[in-house]
T-cell receptor, first 113, second 113 residues
Framework: GENVEQHPSTLSVQEGDSAVIKCTYSDSASNYFPWYKQELGKRPQLIIDIRSNVGEKKDQRIAVTLNKTAKHFSLHITETQPEDSAVYFCAATLQRGSYIPTFGRGTSLIVHP | DSGVTQTPKHLITATGQRVTLRCSPRSGDLSVYWYQQSLDQGLQFLIQYYNGEERAKGNILERFSAQQFPDLHSELNLSSLELGDSALYFC????????????FGPGTRLTVT
């Protein structure tokens, strides 16, 4: 099955800095890569996603890049704000009848004011 | 608010007991997914239903079962509970099997004492 590695497990930045979270996946057939933000005790919220036919996608301060050859994808957050503090999960999704994501272990992002 | 609802929010029960968690998908969504989130295992896919039928199974224990009803709500049944079953249980929904975007409910926090 699919295996997703996510790094770092904790990331501490100053407000205004950029943050980068990286994930690698094992199954080259994975074709959909969502990122979720989860605040403490809350549900995971989809913040951005990318499909395998695209190399980069941007939405305001967040962007995701995908390198299919190397089987890795990254989340980039620019101009970080304290409200960006949360746990971020990447996922790699295969379609085998249904889309079932395999999640990374999460990155705890702390943005210091 | 994702439009996915889950009840109850919190559940405290004793080892050996049985509980039922309930999920209502977003209006129009036919597919429901169940996930378990624990500190040591991260976010793990348990099972998926589509329009009343089981479609995919993940790391779901034999003590756990689920079903999806004609009105599309779903229930996750956990029996012979153990301390290690304490976790956050999330339900997510998507439009159908061809859509990869999933929207998570607020979760049920289960504590087994």
């Amino acid at each position: 099955g699919e295996n997703v590695e996510q790094h770092p497990s904790t990331l501490s930045v100053q407000e205004g800095d950029s943050a980068v979270i990286k994930c690698t996946y094992s199954d080259s057939a994975s074709n959909y890569f969502p990122w979720y933000k989860q605040e403490l005790g809350k549900r995971p919220q989809l913040i951005i996603d990318i499909r395998s036919n695209v190399g980069e996608k941007k939405d305001q301060r967040i962007a995701v890049t995908l390198n299919k050859t190397a089987k890795h994808f990254s989340l980039h957050i620019t101009e970080t704000q304290p409200e960006d503090s949360a746990v971020y999960f990447c996922a790699a999704t295969l379609q085998r009848g249904s889309y079932i994501p395999t999640f990374g272990r999460g990155t705890s992002l702390i943005v210091h004011p | 608010d994702s439009g996915v609802t889950q009840t109850p929010k919190h559940l405290i029960t004793a080892t050996g007991q049985r509980v039922t968690l309930r999920c209502s998908p977003r209006s129009g969504d036919l597919s429901v997914y169940w996930y378990q989130q624990s500190l040591d295992q991260g976010l793990q896919f348990l099972i998926q239903y589509y329009n009343g039928e089981e479609r995919a199974k993940g790391n779901i224990l034999e003590r756990f079962s689920a079903q999806q009803f004609p009105d599309l709500h779903s229930e996750l049944n956990l029996s012979s509970l153990e301390l290690g079953d304490s976790a956050l249980y999330f339900c997510a929904s998507s439009l159908d099997q061809t859509r990869d975007e999933q929207y998570f409910g607020p979760g049920t926090r289960l504590t087994v004492t």
